[in-house]
């Protein structure tokens, strides 16, 4: 008698992507990435698997995908059932991302990368609620208003926004917030005559549903920043807070799919941005270089054309630049493989995140 293989897709929730694209055929689990809606874009995924043999798992729609150039040298993160996130190496060809199934017998979870926890971000909660320098703002998923952390001074004091995780599945952005908020929670001393204001996820709905980058809406928060009451209810609300507060220095945290290291995204020559505030970034540049050996200065995104006013007037950084007078700073994390500052090749852990995280949270309470 033989038996027949059995292979299941279970959903994972938050930040889950993935559906069956087919029926299990006996020979392999096809999956297929879904796309944000109205936008069409798509990446990220993060699924369980129930299998009893070695199945091969294939995604079969990377090929029209956001970033194709994501693909090559491909990492797969894997968690069997009550273990650590690991890498495993996934093959790709003809726009498909195959692997085997890891624990045959047992559900395992796979994603684009280790997505950040819930639970790891309410215990992060309670300390900020519990320190004397930190204060919790709640947020509201279905509103579109993000929670954020206020740690450090007051009204008076130099305001400094740290936002993660304006596109939901972006989590090596939203682990670099958890570093640096953990720095900045043990740093009370050095807070005052600053005051930080961290949004860990700004698109929380979009993160929820696992959305590459638009929020429940369709809506892709960074293109909504430009004059005016925003039509996006995550940015409108955040504009809102900033406001109320004023913004100083302001670093907004991507995850670049396809370009394997960290840089900064740097507008200036588009934006006609004072010297003063192309200093104060040239400063952090220079002052995370310092601090960590996977930033390299002078790392840039190589725009091949100006980029459209539109892109310019809705996007986060820039518009904030003009808005307040603000020092505002665009900071991509790699996921995948990356180099580091010298060019060495390894695989970007959690681990990465938050030691970038600490690094810019000494870099600005030491030089912003
Ligand atoms: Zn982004």
């Not at 894997?78 to 624990?103: E, Y």
């Not at 993660?164 to 740093?187: K, M, R, T």
């Amino acid at each position: 008698m033989t038996v027949e293989p059995f292979a299941d897709l279970l959903g994972a929730s938050p930040s889950g992507n993935g559906r069956l694209a087919v029926p299990f055929d006996g020979n392999s689990l096809d999956v297929e990435i879904e796309p944000d809606p109205l936008t069409g874009a798509y990446q990220w995924f993060h699924f369980r698997v129930r299998a009893d043999g070695a199945v091969p798992i294939r995604i079969v729609n990377t090929g029209a995908s956001s970033y194709p150039r994501g693909w090559e040298d491909c990492i797969v993160w894997v968690q069997p059932a009550g273990g650590r996130w690991r890498p495993l190496r996934a093959a790709h060809a003809d726009g498909i991302v195959t692997f085997s199934h890891a624990v045959p017998g047992s559900v395992v979870s796979y994603a684009l990368f280790p997505p950040y926890r819930q639970a790891r971000l309410a215990r992060l909660a309670q300390r900020v609620a519990a320190s004397p320098a930190g204060q919790v703002v709640p947020g509201d998923t279905k509103a579109g208003r993000a929670a954020r952390f206020a740690l450090g001074g007051d009204a008076s004091a130099r305001q400094i926004w740290i936002v993660c995780g304006q596109h939901g599945s972006e989590h090596p952005a939203l682990w670099f917030a958890d570093g640096l908020v953990e720095a900045l929670l043990q740093d009370e001393t050095l807070l005052a005559g600053k005051r930080f204001h961290v949004v860990p996820i700004a698109n929380p709905g979009g993160m929820r549903r696992g959305f590459l980058r638009t929020n429940p809406l369709g809506q892709d928060p960074n293109r909504h920043w430009g004059e005016g009451r925003a039509a996006c209810p995550e940015v409108a609300t955040l504009l809102d807070a900033m406001e109320g507060r004023g913004v100083d220095v302001l670093l907004d945290v991507h995850t670049d799919f396809e370009m394997g290291t960290v840089y900064l995204d740097v507008l200036d020559e588009w934006m006609e941005t004072p010297e003063r505030l192309s200093r104060l970034r040239e400063d952090f540049e220079h002052g995370l270089a310092e601090f960590s050996s996977d930033v390299a200065f002078g790392r840039r995104y190589p725009w091949s054309e100006p980029p459209s006013p539109d892109l310019l007037a809705g996007m986060c950084a820039p518009a904030v630049e003009r808005r307040f007078g603000a020092a505002a700073i665009t900071l991509e994390l790699p996921i995948g493989r990356y180099r580091d500052a010298l060019g060495a090749p390894g695989i970007w852990y959690p681990r990465h995140s938050l030691a970038l995280g600490r690094a810019a949270a000494a870099v600005l309470l030491g030089r912003a």
